[in-house]
T-cell receptor, first 111, second 112 residues
Framework: ETGVTQTPRHLVMGMTNKKSLKCEQH?????MYWYKQSAKKPLELMFV???????ENNSVPSRFSPECPNSSHLFLHLHTLQPEDSALYLC??????????FGPGTRLLVL | GEDVEQSLFLSVREGDSSVINCTYT??????LYWYKQEPGAGLQLLTY?????DMKQDQRLTVLLNKKDKHLSLRIADTQTGDSAIYFC????????????FGSGTRLSIRP
């Protein structure tokens, strides 16, 4: 256990569905991250929140919408996804944007 | 931009030592990391080293840093089947705006 939890662990959704991924950290950190990990591709940083403000948004399509209501929780809202969005979505947290601790990930399949 | 490179695959016989290598370009690196990812799981922080150190040992793991050549290695002694995973090298610079940069990962497989 790293102190970072993610739910659900697995998700299957159709292209017209709306779903949300949840991440919670119990480490008292002040920064949280979303990454996408696809087969045969490097880890892609999607969003970074520091002190609950978004500080990074790496040209991610608008069908992915992050939300950080407080320093312990991070959501990724999904709508009208495409099959190529199927991947492992990883959440991480850190203190002062340094060493990152990862959650177990949500395996997403878009049909 | 800054870059971290690793070889993609390594195959080692059980009981031998594994050495996973990594090179990076950021001359202002402060922390360098090794993460382990088992199938279907997230990235687990294995160990890290400060840039002012040249070696760190933790049980079966030895990290060597050659700052002049910007080369980092992870040695796993007495490699076991449970060490089968993807190992990611990563680094972060010294400014508050620095982002952690990950390598593409090295897949370690263990032969009986």
């Amino acid at each position: 256990e790293t102190g970072v939890t993610q739910t659900p662990r697995h998700l299957v959704m159709g292209m017209t569905n709306k779903k949300s991924l949840k991440c919670e950290q119990h480490l008292g950190h002040n920064a949280m991250y979303w990454y996408k990990q696809s087969a045969k591709k490097p880890l892609e940083l999607m969003f970074v929140y520091s002190l609950e403000e978004r500080v990074e948004n790496n040209s991610v399509p608008s069908r992915f919408s992050p939300e950080c209501p407080n320093s312990s929780h991070l959501f990724l809202h999904l709508h009208t996804l495409q099959p190529e969005d199927s991947a492992l979505y990883l959440c991480a947290s850190s203190q002062d944007m340094k060493t990152q601790y990862f959650g177990p990930g949500t395996r997403l399949l878009v049909l | 931009g800054e870059d971290v490179e690793q070889s993609l695959f390594l195959s080692v016989r059980e009981g031998d030592s594994s050495v996973i290598n990594c090179t990076y370009t950021d001359s202002s690196s402060t922390y360098l990391y090794w993460y382990k990812q088992e199938p279907g799981a997230g990235l687990q922080l294995l160990t890290y080293i400060f840039s002012n150190m040249d070696m760190k040992q933790d049980q079966r793991l030895t990290v060597l840093l050659n700052k002049k050549d910007k080369h980092l290695s992870l040695r796993i002694a007495d490699t076991q089947t449970g060490d089968s995973a993807i190992y990611f090298c990563a680094e972060i610079g010294d400014s508050s705006a620095s982002k952690i940069i990950f390598g593409s990962g090295t897949r370690l497989s263990i032969r009986p």
